[in-house]
């Protein structure tokens, strides 16, 4: 079994092409805490850690629209 890659949440808007400030928004207004289905992992420190594989599927399915 392998480990899911975890990336911070400015490596995630990165990865999405979108401000940090519009990935938090956009968690905030999903009532599960969500990004477009992606959720993220809270960490004791309070730091969110965003699974890459999801995004990049995501990202993936936007681009093939």
Do not use: F
Request: proline share 3%; glycine share 6%.
């Amino acid at each position: 079994m392998s480990a899911k890659v975890l990336i911070t949440t400015r490596e995630a808007a990165a990865l999405m092409g979108i401000q940090v400030k519009t990935l938090i928004v956009m968690r905030c207004i999903d009532k599960d805490g969500k990004y477009r289905g992606v959720l993220p992992i809270k960490r004791a420190n309070g730091h969110l850690m965003w699974p890459k594989a999801d995004l990049e599927k995501l990202k993936a399915a936007k681009t093939n629209h």
